[in-house]
């Protein structure tokens, strides 16, 4: 005879949504640490995983400049490319890497090259990271030099004007600073409300950008990671416990051996004194 249905409380509506939410609330947790942690880790994946996105033929372009040589320096999501004639290069040292800006400088043939974190010039042959840092403009200068355009995290941080006529030596651009202080003052600075709501996501907003960013989103994301998967476990203990209640009599599980557990060990050794062999 079936078991009449459970009417559906607050409590079990709750239970369910949370069951049905578990695996993608652990799939947001992880997914937020690992955005959260993506200045510190290069980690890949194939193109073809993405839902969102189709894979193109070619990578679109984030960087291009060309030298007095002829060659055409082409950068991507994925690396620099050097194309001179019909002979192309990829170089080793931008694999993998997001270029986000390449200028060349007066009478050089190799170009100074920004990824997110710094910008690059070649010293002594080897490419070498000359400044450290978040990388937000690259730019060629009227004076054959180049200009780059560092800040921190954040779309409203201070950005910071820096040049260099050797790739090596950067200083400072004063008529950078000179310009933007001619610019008026912001009598009521708006951001939009996505801007706010991330700074609030992150933690951002009460920790500040980097370190506490990212022990912010790893705290909570592995919070959301125990809970999802401890309240999964409870489900399933409670079903379990839920059919073995409800079995008929008679039909519970037999010991896994036939010595029974440890308790039952006088009451079998009893039974079998009492019943001997017949010969």
Same mark, same amino acid.
């Given at each position: 005879?079936?078991?009449?249905?459970?009417?559906?409380?607050?409590?079990?509506?709750?239970?369910?949504?949370?069951?049905?939410?578990?695996?993608?609330?652990?799939?947001?947790?992880?997914?937020?640490?690992?955005?959260?942690?993506?200045?510190?880790?290069?980690?890949?994946?194939?193109?073809?995983?993405?839902?969102?996105?189709?894979?193109?033929?070619? !990578?679109?372009?984030?960087?291009?400049?060309? %030298?007095?040589?002829?060659? %055409?320096?082409?950068?991507?999501?994925?690396?620099?490319?050097?194309?001179?004639?019909?002979?192309?290069?990829?170089?080793? @040292?931008?694999?993998?890497?997001?270029?986000?800006?390449?200028?060349? *400088?007066?009478?050089?043939?190799?170009?100074?090259?920004?990824?997110?974190?710094?910008?690059?010039?070649?010293?002594?042959?080897?490419?070498?990271?000359?400044?450290?840092?978040?990388?937000?403009? *690259?730019?060629?200068?009227?004076?054959?030099?180049?200009?780059?355009?560092?800040?921190?995290?954040?779309?409203?941080?201070?950005?910071?004007?820096?040049?260099?006529?050797?790739?090596?030596?950067?200083?400072?651009?004063?008529?950078?600073?000179?310009?933007?202080?001619?610019?008026?003052?912001?009598?009521?600075?708006?951001?939009? *409300?996505?801007?706010?709501?991330?700074?609030?996501?992150?933690?951002?907003?009460?920790?500040?950008?980097?370190?506490?960013?990212?022990?912010?989103? @790893?705290?909570?994301?592995?919070?959301?990671?125990?809970?999802?998967?401890?309240? !999964?476990?409870?489900?399933?203990?409670?079903?379990?416990?839920?059919?073995?209640?409800?079995?008929?009599?008679?039909?519970?599980?037999?010991?896994?051996?036939?010595?029974?557990?440890?308790?039952?060990?006088?009451? @079998?050794?009893?039974?079998?004194?009492?019943?001997?062999?017949?010969?």
């Amino acid at each position: 005879m079936s078991q009449p249905r459970k009417p559906w409380t607050a409590r079990r509506i709750h239970l369910w949504v949370a069951i049905i939410l578990a695996i993608p609330m652990t799939l947001m947790a992880v997914s937020g640490i690992l955005i959260a942690m993506r200045s510190v880790t290069h980690i890949q994946v194939p193109m073809s995983w993405m839902g969102a996105e189709t894979a193109p033929e070619r !990578l679109p372009i984030t960087a291009f400049t060309q %030298t007095p040589d002829g060659t %055409t320096w082409i950068g991507n999501a994925q690396g620099l490319n050097a194309i001179q004639g019909d002979k192309v290069q990829v170089l080793e @040292n931008f694999k993998g890497q997001e270029i986000v800006g390449a200028a060349a *400088l007066a009478g050089s043939n190799t170009p100074i090259v920004a990824t997110r974190m710094a910008i690059w010039a070649q010293v002594d042959g080897e490419w070498t990271a000359v400044r450290r840092g978040r990388v937000r403009q *690259l730019v060629p200068l009227a004076d054959g030099g180049v200009l780059g355009i560092s800040g921190g995290r954040g779309e409203m941080a201070d950005g910071k004007p820096f040049f260099t006529q050797d790739g090596e030596n950067w200083q400072p651009y004063v008529p950078a600073m000179k310009a933007n202080k001619q610019l008026p003052k912001l009598e009521e600075p708006k951001v939009a *409300l996505h801007q706010f709501m991330r700074e609030l996501h992150s933690g951002a907003f009460f920790f500040g950008k980097g370190p506490g960013e990212m022990a912010w989103s @790893n705290v909570m994301g592995w919070v959301l990671v125990l809970l999802s998967l401890t309240g !999964l476990w409870m489900w399933v203990k409670r079903e379990r416990e839920r059919r073995r209640a409800s079995a008929p009599a008679g039909t519970s599980p037999q010991p896994a051996s036939s010595t029974g557990s440890p308790a039952s060990w006088p009451a @079998n050794v009893a039974a079998t004194n009492s019943n001997p062999v017949k010969g």
